[in-house]
Nanobody, 122 residues
Framework: QLVESGGGSVQAGGSLRLSCAASGRPGAQYDMGWFRQAPGKTREIVAA????????YYHYSVKGRFTLTKEMDKNTIYLEMNNLQVEDTAIYYC?????????????????WGQGIQVTVSP
């Protein structure tokens, strides 16, 4: 089960933070990621992190602006989004239990969050 929070509406240049808490087998750690889907577009990966929190991947469009971290004892990931742009407007989805390998993340099709809206105005 995934519980997402954060999001909202900001003006361009502003910041938001998304969080995603995963519950599962006690003590288990998971590769996790954030995806987003804008109206009329396909879902795309934003960022991912491996189970230990050591390795991260970022889509080129968010590199240097977004930071993904993981709190191990809570199995929670945080996506800090700075200098948001209008093109970042989308519904953001958390994914848990996919495969992080070779600097890429393949999502678990059975483990998506409910989605959270991020709206950036000019």
């Amino acid at each position: 089960q995934l519980v997402e929070s954060g999001g909202g509406s900001v003006q361009a240049g502003g910041s938001l933070r998304l969080s995603c808490a995963a519950s599962g087998r006690p003590g288990a750690q998971y590769d996790m990621g954030w995806f987003r889907q804008a109206p009329g577009k396909t879902r795309e990966i934003v960022a991912a992190i491996n189970w230990s929190g050591v390795s991260t991947y970022y889509h080129y469009s968010v590199k240097g602006r977004f930071t993904l971290t993981k709190e191990m004892d809570k199995n929670t990931i945080y996506l800090e989004m700075n200098n948001l742009q209008v093109e970042d407007t989308a519904i953001y989805y958390c994914n848990c239990g996919g495969t992080y390998y070779g600097g890429n993340y393949h999502p678990n099709s059975d483990s998506w969050g409910q989605g959270i809206q991020v709206t950036v105005s000019p």
